[in-house]
């Protein structure tokens, strides 16, 4: 059992302010048991967390003490159980306790009348009265206090910056460790906090370096601030950082608005795809910046999109997409070719343009900024894993978008934007570009097919494998090179076309 999390509550307001940010640690199959006496301010917690999950202060949270259950469709679904009439444990199981566990969160006030039933992973919240506040006890297993002690860290920084009185509310989550909020604070305009964690070493995979080392994702948010510099330093619409904890990986940002590149039912905006693309040709017509100061004697080296970083990602077709598509693994003859293949299409590009590749520029990174003119209009965020490179890697991931179909035409239109806003670039080629353009889109999404599978497999996350048709359509597209035939012929060797 790890060290219990212990808190002095001055008042009711610091109850309300722990439910909200116990709202942000919590997660699906979590059972919080809130014991203490009448009074001690289980069911303030209890009530601010569920309106903290509805973003909603005027939810309506009635006390359970006659139903025995409340039941709310938030964004993470939760039960609140108050078990003080509960006659025998086993009515636990007719509240429908397992089934509210296993697709949501339980609030369970008066734990104790049921205590040998609930699960072991349960995390017990003690409040006792001490003067004229409360004293509450937080205990359970280790990933849940941690999960809780990060979201406490938050509200300390916050403090910190003078944001005491600050409203936090989930914004988003992504298929990294970071996640996302929404800061409200009395007299001044909304803003974004983003919580970026350093990342965990994973197994080492080759000359003693983990997938992050070897494909060069960021692992801290030292490359965020960095890329973020040089970009609003160049004239682009990347966020001001307002507040940093670089160690413990938080940044409190300005948030660019809501309105994306997709209209209401998900499909691409043409005029915002174009401008998007438009906005890459003038950022590949600046020179890249390899070594940026963020302060503190810090500088950041943008890494270069080498050899070994490109590999390494086509290596999760072979690792996962391929034993998940065909039942069985790669043999070591079909390593052995695909390697041989990708040394040869890697070793085109050795001539080819480079500059800084924002990395994963598409359709959930992209803010449109109407208010704003020209390519100020296109807001980046998420680029902490830039690299330098061979610009139509970029390119090839907005046309490409791996979340959204864009269809041929749109895609005939943005290359042509692109190429028209680079053709008075020195040493710019469209021939190369669009062979370019080829190889890195069957780079990106020999890539993709395998993190679907990884996520899915690995990481709980089933529903991104509703990209893999258009990720491998994508791949498709990208095989019809001329240059693209070894790829393509080790493809149907290996029965994936």
Same mark, same amino acid.
């Given at each position: 059992?790890?060290?219990?999390?212990?808190?002095?509550?001055?008042?009711?307001?610091?109850? &309300?302010?722990?439910?909200?940010?116990? *709202?942000?640690?919590?997660?699906?199959?979590?059972?919080?048991?809130?014991?203490?006496?009448?009074?001690?301010?289980?069911?303030?917690?209890?009530?601010?967390?569920?309106?903290?999950?509805?973003?909603?202060?005027?939810?309506?949270?009635?006390?359970?003490?006659?139903?025995? !259950?409340?039941?709310?469709?938030?964004?993470?679904? *939760?039960?609140?159980?108050?078990?003080?009439?509960?006659?025998?444990?086993?009515?636990?199981?007719?509240?429908?306790?397992?089934?509210?566990?296993?697709?949501?969160?339980?609030?369970?006030?008066?734990?104790?009348?049921?205590?040998?039933?609930?699960?072991?992973?349960?995390?017990?919240?003690?409040?006792?009265?001490? /003067?004229?506040?409360?004293?509450?006890?937080?205990?359970?297993?280790?990933?849940?206090?941690?999960?809780?002690?990060?979201?406490?860290?938050?509200?300390?920084?916050?403090?910190?910056?003078?944001?005491?009185? +600050?409203?936090?509310?989930?914004?988003?989550?992504?298929?990294? +460790?970071?996640?996302?909020?929404?800061? @409200?604070?009395?007299?001044?305009?909304?803003?974004?906090?983003?919580?970026?964690?350093?990342?965990?070493?994973?197994?080492?995979?080759?000359? /003693?370096?983990?997938?992050?080392?070897?494909?060069?994702?960021?692992?801290?948010?030292?490359?965020? !601030? +960095?890329?973020?510099?040089?970009?609003?330093?160049? $004239?682009? @619409?990347?966020?001001?950082?307002?507040?940093?904890?670089?160690? *413990?990986?938080?940044?409190?940002?300005?948030?660019?608005?809501?309105?994306?590149?997709?209209?209401?039912?998900? &499909?691409?905006?043409?005029?915002?795809?174009?401008?998007?693309?438009?906005?890459?040709?003038?950022?590949?017509?600046?020179?890249?910046?390899?070594?940026?100061?963020?302060?503190?004697?810090?500088?950041?080296?943008?890494?270069?999109?080498?050899?070994?970083?490109?590999?390494?990602?086509?290596?999760?077709?072979?690792?996962?997409?391929?034993?998940?598509?065909?039942?069985?693994?790669?043999?070591?003859?079909?390593?052995?070719?695909?390697?041989?293949?990708?040394? /040869?299409?890697?070793?085109?590009?050795?001539? @080819?343009?480079?500059?800084?590749?924002?990395?994963?520029?598409?359709?959930?990174?992209?803010?449109?900024?109407?208010?704003?003119?020209?390519?100020?209009?296109?807001?980046?965020?998420?680029?902490?894993?830039? #690299?330098? $490179?061979?610009?139509?890697?970029?390119?090839?991931?907005?046309?490409?978008?791996?979340?959204?179909?864009?269809?041929?035409?749109?895609? *005939?239109?943005?290359?042509?934007?692109?190429?028209? $806003?680079?053709?008075?670039?020195?040493?710019?080629?469209?021939?190369?570009?669009?062979?370019?353009?080829?190889? #890195?889109?069957?780079?990106?999404?020999?890539?993709?097919?395998?993190?679907?599978?990884?996520?899915?497999?690995?990481?709980?996350?089933?529903?991104?494998?509703?990209?893999?048709?258009?990720?491998?359509?994508?791949?498709?597209?990208?095989?019809?090179?001329?240059?693209?035939?070894?790829?393509?012929?080790?493809?149907?060797?290996?029965?994936?076309?």
């Amino acid at each position: 059992m790890t060290t219990p999390i212990d808190i002095l509550l001055k008042d009711e307001a610091a109850t &309300k302010t722990l439910g909200e940010d116990l *709202a942000l640690a919590v997660k699906i199959g979590d059972c919080l048991a809130l014991s203490g006496d009448l009074g001690a301010g289980k069911s303030t917690l209890a009530r601010a967390l569920l309106r903290a999950l509805a973003d909603d202060d005027e939810l309506e949270v009635p006390s359970p003490t006659f139903t025995l !259950v409340q039941s709310y469709p938030l964004r993470i679904p *939760a039960a609140h159980f108050d078990l003080y009439r509960l006659s025998d444990v086993s009515e636990l199981d007719e509240l429908g306790f397992d089934e509210a566990l296993s697709e949501g969160i339980c609030l369970v006030e008066w734990p104790e009348r049921a205590e040998s039933a609930l699960p072991k992973t349960t995390i017990t919240l003690s409040f006792t009265h001490e /003067g004229d506040g409360r004293r509450v006890i937080i205990s359970g297993y280790e990933a849940a206090l941690s999960r809780i002690g990060r979201s406490l860290s938050i509200r300390n920084f916050l403090d910190f910056s003078g944001y005491s009185d +600050a409203r936090r509310r989930h914004l988003s989550g992504d298929a990294s +460790a970071r996640a996302y909020e929404t800061i @409200s604070t009395r007299g001044r305009a909304p803003m974004i906090l983003m919580d970026a964690p350093r990342h965990k070493p994973g197994p080492i995979l080759e000359d /003693g370096k983990y997938y992050q080392q070897l494909a060069h994702i960021a692992e801290d948010c030292v490359p965020f !601030v +960095a890329i973020d510099r040089d970009l609003r330093a160049k $004239g682009f @619409s990347a966020p001001e950082i307002y507040e940093s904890d670089l160690d *413990a990986g938080i940044l409190l940002i300005e948030d660019l608005g809501r309105d994306g590149v997709l209209d209401a039912d998900g &499909k691409p905006i043409a005029e915002r795809y174009i401008e998007s693309v438009r906005m890459l040709a003038a950022l590949h017509a600046q020179k890249a910046t390899p070594k940026i100061a963020v302060g503190n004697g810090i500088v950041h080296t943008v890494p270069d999109f080498d050899r070994r970083a490109m590999k390494i990602e086509t290596r999760l077709l072979l690792d996962w997409y391929l034993p998940w598509k065909r039942g069985e693994p790669a043999s070591s003859a079909e390593r052995d070719d695909y390697a041989a293949v990708w040394d /040869g299409l890697i070793d085109l590009l050795a001539t @080819s343009e480079t500059n800084l590749l924002l990395r994963d520029f598409h359709s959930p990174n992209i803010i449109w900024r109407e208010q704003e003119a020209g390519l100020k209009r296109i807001g980046l965020i998420d680029f902490q894993d830039a #690299m330098i $490179g061979p610009t139509a890697y970029d390119v090839a991931s907005l046309t490409q978008d791996a979340r959204v179909t864009i269809e041929p035409a749109l895609t *005939a239109r943005m290359l042509e934007a692109y190429m028209a $806003g680079r053709q008075e670039s020195s040493g710019f080629d469209r021939e190369t570009f669009l062979r370019d353009w080829h190889i #890195m889109s069957a780079q990106r999404n020999c890539k993709l097919v395998g993190i679907w599978v990884r996520l899915m497999q690995r990481d709980g996350k089933p529903g991104y494998m509703k990209h893999m048709p258009r990720t491998f359509a994508y791949l498709e597209t990208a095989l019809t090179h001329p240059a693209l035939a070894p790829l393509k012929d080790w493809c149907v060797r290996s029965g994936l076309l």
